[in-house]
């Protein structure tokens, strides 16, 4: 967490207070995700308030810690957010998605937004610092876009049922591997699908079974699926 500056000003106290906040809905995210969509909405938007904060207060962008340096990057509420969301995705996820440009459209909306706004307030040369605060973003923005597409999904549901065609566990080394079903086509996948399932999820099937998948719509658009429990 970065030092509070010398002087107290209402900006660093609402950004020391945001700093703060964003801790603890982080962790509460990754530990205990209830309220689930309550805790994402949060930990999505504390960027945000941080992003506007630093575009609409010059007299903040002035201030400086009892080090010298300068408190006012607008990527460091981006770390700890950056890890809970990714985290939560990946971990919660079980899902395929199946329009990957548009997910590919928001993530660089939402990666460009961040890092054009930091070029231009603070103006950070192009070193290794900036690679890596740009890394930073882009995690955090394909991360917030798959998010965001799934979580405020409320569009209609349809069920398909495809046939399994194909199994096979991909990158075997000492047992270890991910399994995958290859699935025959139907109406929003006309070549097919193939999708990572558990192992329990991949002994529990063969080929020539017919599985249920549950086609959502996706709030940004981008179509994602979802398979039934069994398989998961």
């Known amino acids: 967490m970065n030092s509070i500056p010398q002087k107290s000003t209402v900006s660093t106290k609402i950004l020391f207070a945001l700093e703060i906040f964003n801790i603890i809905a982080s962790i509460w995210l990754i530990v ?76 660089f909306l939402l990666f460009f937004t961040f890092l054009l706004f930091h070029l231009l307030i603070i103006k950070t040369p192009i070193n290794r610092t900036l690679l890596m605060i740009a890394l930073n973003i882009a995690i955090y923005s394909y ?30 080394t000492n047992k270890k591997g991910t399994p995958y079903l290859q699935l025959s086509a139907w109406k929003q996948e006309p070549y097919g699908y193939e999708i990572a399932v558990s192992d329990i999820g991949y002994q529990t099937v063969k ?9 959502h719509q996706g709030f940004l658009g981008a179509s994602w699926y979802e398979l039934e429990d069994k398989i998961k």
């Open 32 to 107: 205990y995700p209830k309220p689930y969509i309550i805790l994402f909405s949060v930990v999505l938007c504390i960027p945000f308030c941080r992003l506007l904060l630093h575009t609409f207060n010059k007299k903040y962008l002035s201030a400086t810690t009892n080090k010298g340096s300068k408190y006012n990057d607008i990527t460091d509420f981006l770390d700890l957010a950056t890890v809970a969301i990714t985290y939560r995705v990946l971990v919660d996820a079980k899902i395929a998605v199946g329009n990957h440009g548009t997910i590919g459209y928001y993530t």
């Open 143 to 172: 991360s917030a876009a798959c998010a965001i597409n799934k979580i405020y999904d409320n569009k209609t549901t349809t069920i398909y049922k495809p046939l399994i065609t194909k199994k096979w566990i991909s990158g075997r």
């Open 207 to 215: 080929v020539g079974d017919t599985i249920l998948v549950y086609g």
